[in-house]
């Protein structure tokens, strides 16, 4: 069974610092990886995904991802934190041409002024 | 476009009584949309899978008299908790894939459920 694990709870980091999200999966095939962030009381936006495409994937709000194979990794991040970027963020995995979706515990971002 | 909705956005609801959860996809028709619970500062949990036209496939542990899927319509699959507890009360949101041969899911805003 697939599976994904989001190392940190939670991650802090000040206004204009890089922002790292990990996220390590368990796939025996390489599977397809999303990237959402949830905002209180709210649903989930696609931050972006990989699809067996670039390795290196760009999304919404300067975010970006690289899948890495040997690492079974697909870590997220972005150059300059911004107050707006504070929500919690959930990596996921399907199993490729599948619908079903298996999410991580969810990290937590807090930017300090 | 792609945006789904979902009504109500919270409900209050007395143990012993039933509620049902709308999900609308508003502009894409959906052949399969998804429910899932989420407890707070927690992950989403997937409760099951609605399919148009055919009867919800649900995840282990998860009590299929309780929680009743129905997905009536192309665009409108609903969730109806029975006989709603205090342990039901969560945050429930549902997604929905459009056509047959996407991969992604278009998640509604979630609707916050409190059972006194």
């Known amino acids: 069974a697939q599976s994904v694990t989001q190392l940190g709870s939670h991650v802090s980091v000040s206004e204009g610092a890089l922002v790292l999200l990990r996220c390590n999966y368990s796939?025996?095939?390489?599977?397809?990886l999303f990237w959402y962030v949830q905002y209180p009381n709210q649903g989930l936006q696609l931050l972006l995904k990989?699809?067996?495409?670039?390795?290196l994937v760009k999304g919404i709000n300067g975010f970006e991802a690289e899948f890495k194979k040997s690492e079974t990794s697909f870590h997220l991040t972005k150059p300059s934190a911004h107050m707006s970027d504070a929500a919690e963020y959930f990596c996921?995995?399907?199993?490729?041409?599948?619908?079903?979706?298996?999410f991580g515990q969810g990290t937590r971002l807090t930017i300090n002024p | 476009g792609a945006v789904v909705s979902q009504h109500p956005s919270w409900v209050i609801c007395k143990s012993g009584t039933s509620v049902k959860i709308e999900c609308r996809s508003l502009?894409?028709?959906?052949?399969?949309m998804f429910w899932y619970r989420q407890f707070p500062k927690q992950s989403l949990m997937l409760m099951a899978t609605?399919?148009?036209?055919?009867?919800?496939?649900?995840e282990q542990g998860v009590e299929k008299d309780k929680f009743l899927i129905n997905h009536a319509s192309l665009t409108l699959s609903t969730l109806t908790v029975t006989s709603a507890h205090p342990e039901d009360s969560s945050f429930y949101i549902c997604?929905?894939?459009?056509?047959?041969?996407?991969?992604?899911?278009?998640f509604g805003p979630g609707t916050r459920l409190t059972v006194t």
């Open positions: 997604s929905a894939v459009p056509g047959t041969l996407s991969y992604e899911q278009y």
């Open positions: 796939s025996s095939v390489p599977p397809y």
């Open positions: 990989y699809t067996s495409a670039a390795t």
């Open positions: 996921a995995v399907s199993p490729q041409g599948a619908q079903k979706l298996v």
């Open positions: 502009d894409f028709q959906a052949t399969t």
């Open positions: 609605s399919n148009e036209g055919s009867k919800a496939t649900y």
